[in-house]
């Protein structure tokens, strides 16, 4: 089988397939099966061996929803079990006739439908001791973890990248310490309102689990001197949540992108420190085509949301002249020059949405004068008293790029007039919708 042949093969394998590992399945196989050298490399998986380790498992577990009536997760624990103690004693099991140490195929456990208390729980990451996720619910004998439990959890996952517990409260700061001590592989890390997590503890589990490229965190009290070392201890970040933590400042904002220079997705809400200058930053570092910026009333419903296409920001008392200045367009050669001689690369903007700013004639000439290389323009929550639709009519023509062009007048509503539409078509050849 050349390459190509695998590929293809590979992408035929059903999804459910995913959650066990056929690499793994392998090794055990050669194991245990005696080749001589010549013939290893045109050994095959065959169908019976795929069904063998992954679809008689998969099919028995994926009937959780009516476990309490089906009882398949204490038909698939025993499968595990017993296969379990065979590698552990195989002369007192002979009888088992198994070649297959099933736990160690397991990838992906999602133990979120389920009803199993704490000890059926260790039993089964016994026998599964190279799970790479964890998913675990609310099942009211654990809807609170302690550190005492947590320990016993994550001592139990030396291979663990991502653990994610729904509905789950842990109210000990130290309880997550068990994960910077067990759980060396891990790769995102996800602290909801409900899960406490000392800030020493962070800086204990971003200091030791080299692998992080995710880091969502919600309403937590960290301040910068727990922020700032913890984002520079992870450099391979390619994801970024900070919802509501309202005691990070401007300069924790400011560092991100020096600190986590690989990411490509960053969402910050709910934080009052969101700055034009911090505006800029992401915009500098995504490199956008899009940009849908919003004026906000309340600085703490501030945000701003980013990855590799676009770029969402709701803004207090932002600078707009600032924001347009930054995305001045090639045809200004002094200020092209200026870029060059500071070595600032030039970020040209297809795309802009303007949601409730107070734009006027001269405003509004001027973002077409700077980013005139546009495709797309939205304005919405247009006053009319300070933009008339005769100057819409009068500045847009500018942009000769324009293909999509929208405007929505919020005081008082007015829409566009079929004859305000014909003028523009006629001023704006290049326009293809209004």
Not at 90 to 110: A, C, E, F, Q, W
Not at 229 to 243: A, D, E, M
Not at 398 to 412: Q, Y
Request: negative net charge; hydrophobic residues 40%; glycine residues 2%.
């Amino acid at each position: 089988m050349d390459n190509d042949d695998l590929i293809k093969e590979t992408n035929l394998i059903p999804i459910s397939h995913l959650a066990f590992s056929i690499p793994l399945i392998l090794a055990n196989i050669f194991s245990c099966v005696p080749l001589e050298k010549y013939i290893v490399p045109c050994c095959l998986v065959s169908r019976w061996w795929n069904q063998l380790a992954t679809e008689r498992l998969w099919y028995r577990f994926q009937g959780l929803k009516n476990d309490t009536k089906t009882g398949s997760f204490a038909k698939f624990l025993k499968i595990l079990q017993q296969s379990h103690l065979y590698f552990e004693d195989p002369i007192k099991y002979v009888d088992k006739r198994s070649i297959h140490n099933y736990g160690t195929y397991v990838k992906i456990l999602d133990l979120e439908k389920l009803k199993i208390n704490q000890e059926i729980l260790l039993d089964t990451l016994d026998c599964c001791p190279r799970i790479e996720q964890l998913i675990i619910g609310g099942h009211r004998e654990y809807r609170v973890l302690n550190s005492e439990q947590m320990n016993n959890i994550a001592k139990r996952l030396p291979e663990l990248r991502l653990f994610k517990f729904n509905e789950i409260e842990i109210n000990e700061t130290s309880a997550l310490g068990a994960i910077a001590e067990n759980c060396l592989l891990l790769e995102e890390l996800i602290l909801k309102r409900d899960i406490l997590c000392d800030g020493k503890v962070l800086l204990e589990i971003t200091k030791n689990c080299k692998r992080l490229i995710k880091l969502d965190i919600q309403e937590k009290y960290y301040e910068d001197e727990i922020m700032l070392p913890c984002l520079s201890n992870c450099p391979n970040l390619t994801f970024l949540r900070i919802h509501q933590c309202i005691a990070i400042s401007e300069l924790l904002l400011l560092s991100i992108y020096k600190s986590c220079p690989k990411l490509t997705n960053v969402t910050i809400t709910n934080v009052s420190e969101i700055t034009t200058e911090f505006v800029i930053e992401t915009f500098k570092h995504f490199k956008a085509k899009t940009l849908i910026i919003q004026n906000t009333e309340r600085s703490l419903e501030s945000e701003v949301q980013a990855d590799g296409q676009s770029i969402t920001v709701c803004l207090y008392d932002g600078d707009l002249g600032r924001i347009i200045n930054y995305f001045r367009s090639n045809d200004d050669d002094e200020y092209v020059e200026y870029k060059m001689s500071n070595n600032k690369e030039q970020h040209i903007l297809k795309e802009l949405t303007l949601i409730d700013f107070p734009l006027n004639k001269t405003i509004l000439g001027i973002i077409c004068d700077v980013i005139n290389q546009l495709s797309k323009l939205e304005l919405s929550g247009i006053e009319k008293q300070k933009l008339s639709k005769s100057d819409v009519l009068e500045v847009i023509p500018k942009l000769k790029n324009l293909r999509h062009f929208s405007i929505r007048f919020s005081h008082p509503p007015e829409p566009l007039l079929e004859e305000d539409r014909n003028q523009l078509f006629q001023k704006c050849s290049q326009l293809e919708s209004i």
